[in-house]
């Protein structure tokens, strides 16, 4: 039987109410006394009510994270390190992590939003990908209910967020393309209503117009996110009249499906076609060939939007309440100068 304060009270020949005032550390209760109930409460291996401390404080000591994915599975690693860093900060500040996956923008997503919020499972929620209209961070700002988003939103509503500057870094994909002599890139990016997707393809045309280069909509696509829609939407563009020497991805998922097309037509990635990525997922070092990408920080990324949401649970300022980092290149072999006989090639001559 587990020991309760009317054991120890019993032991001690207190009230439970003093043996309750003296864990519970209040001034009242003598300095003596309390010594006595916390010794006494240690020989007896006494363990307190994590759920009644947490009733009495009207906290759940509990976050939650609704996993934007459809199907019954993580279909993007990104999501699993996300998480990894984001479970490991909870535990740490011994805090508990409630986990829900809901396909986005669906009644299911926004019904489960309201039960966590209203039924007050959690103290408060992490927001992964923003959205361009995302009605999860409308509804919890109307609601004033606390929480840290990965990824800015486009309308005028100050919360909390971290992001990684995916424009500054398709830029720097980009340029690294035509640094090589690409001149005819595609780009698959990601759904249009994702904020990311927005910032990721503005880092493409940035860099294509800072150099003159014309950006054909035949070689602008939207992909998924998903490795097999990589391979479709890489199976057009390869097939097109005057296909192009690179194809940037607007994640790492997507590049691999674009060299899985590539590969099945017998072309070369690195030399007869260039693939960049976005992300750095752990699976890419060791693909073949391994690949070129724009790494952000995943699992670091999930640790701090953590810690800046049980920072404001503690009532804490944050240094930062909006942060932005920048993404570094990460150069490998999926990515070369264009082969022989390539338009980017005479153009480059």
């Given at each position: 039987?587990?020991?309760?304060?009317k054991?120890?009270?019993?032991?001690?020949?207190?009230?439970v109410?003093?043996?309750?005032?003296?864990l519970?550390?209040?001034?009242?209760?003598?300095?003596?006394?309390?010594?006595?109930?916390?010794?006494?409460?240690?020989?007896?291996g006494?363990?307190?009510?994590?759920?009644?401390?947490?009733?009495?404080?009207?906290?759940?000591?509990?976050?939650?994270?609704?996993?934007?994915?459809?199907?019954?599975?993580?279909?993007?690693?990104?999501?699993?390190?996300l998480?990894?860093g984001?479970?490991?900060?909870?535990?740490?500040?011994?805090?508990?992590?409630?986990?829900?996956?809901?396909?986005?923008?669906?009644?299911?997503?926004?019904?489960?939003?309201?039960?966590?919020?209203?039924?007050?499972?959690?103290?408060g929620?992490?927001?992964?990908?923003?959205?361009?209209?995302?009605?999860?961070?409308?509804?919890?700002?109307?609601?004033?209910?606390?929480?840290?988003?990965?990824?800015?939103?486009?309308?005028?509503?100050?919360?909390?967020?971290?992001?990684?500057?995916?424009?500054?870094?398709?830029?720097?994909?980009?340029?690294?393309?035509?640094?090589?002599?690409?001149?005819?890139?595609?780009?698959?990016g990601?759904?249009?209503?994702?904020?990311?997707?927005?910032?990721?393809?503005?880092?493409?045309?940035?860099?294509?117009?800072?150099?003159?280069?014309?950006?054909?909509?035949?070689?602008?696509?939207?992909?998924?996110?998903?490795q097999?829609?990589?391979?479709?939407?890489?199976?057009?563009?390869?097939?097109?009249?005057v296909?192009?020497?690179?194809?940037?991805?607007?994640?790492d998922?997507?590049?691999?499906?674009?060299?899985?097309?590539?590969?099945?037509?017998?072309?070369?990635?690195?030399?007869?076609?260039?693939?960049?990525?976005?992300?750095?997922?752990?699976q890419?070092?060791?693909?073949?060939?391994?690949?070129?990408?724009?790494s952000?920080?995943?699992?670091?990324?999930?640790?701090?939007i953590?810690?800046?949401?049980?920072?404001?649970?503690?009532?804490?300022?944050?240094t930062?309440?909006?942060?932005?980092?920048?993404p570094?290149?990460?150069?490998?072999?999926?990515?070369g100068?264009?082969?022989?006989?390539?338009?980017?090639?005479?153009?480059?001559?």
């Open positions: 039987m587990p020991v309760i304060l054991d120890i009270a019993a032991r001690l020949n207190l009230s109410t003093t043996v309750s005032r003296a519970g550390g209040y001034p009242d209760v003598a300095a003596e006394t309390r010594e006595r109930v916390l010794q006494a409460a240690e020989e007896m006494y363990h307190p009510d994590v759920t009644a401390q947490r009733l009495q404080k009207r906290r759940t000591d509990t976050i939650g994270l609704v996993i934007p994915t459809s199907g019954p599975r993580f279909s993007d690693p990104y999501f699993t390190e998480l990894a984001v479970g490991n900060e909870t535990a740490r500040q011994q805090f508990e992590l409630l986990i829900a996956t809901r396909p986005p923008d669906t009644p299911e997503e926004r019904e489960t939003y309201e039960r966590m919020v209203q039924g007050h499972r959690v103290d929620l992490l927001v992964a990908r923003t959205r361009r209209r995302d009605e999860r961070i409308a509804f919890l700002c109307g609601n004033g209910f606390p929480f840290v988003a990965f990824g800015r939103w486009g309308e005028e509503l100050d919360f909390p967020y971290l992001d990684v500057d995916g424009q500054a870094g398709m830029d720097q994909a980009t340029q690294h393309l035509i640094n090589l002599g690409h001149r005819r890139i595609a780009y698959i990601a759904p249009r209503e994702l904020m990311f997707a927005h910032f990721r393809l503005g880092g493409y045309r940035q860099a294509m117009e800072r150099h003159g280069l014309p950006i054909e909509d035949g070689l602008i696509a939207v992909g998924d996110l998903t097999k829609g990589g391979y479709e939407e890489a199976q057009r563009l390869l097939g097109l009249k296909p192009p020497t690179a194809i940037l991805a607007g994640n998922l997507t590049a691999l499906g674009v060299i899985s097309a590539a590969q099945e037509r017998g072309l070369e990635v690195g030399r007869d076609l260039s693939v960049v990525g976005f992300d750095d997922i752990p890419v070092e060791h693909a073949h060939p391994s690949l070129t990408t724009v952000q920080p995943i699992y670091d990324i999930g640790v701090t953590c810690r800046m949401l049980i920072q404001l649970l503690q009532g804490e300022e944050l930062e309440r909006q942060v932005l980092w920048q570094e290149l990460v150069v490998r072999s999926s990515s100068p264009p082969g022989p006989g390539t338009v980017s090639r005479d153009l480059a001559k």
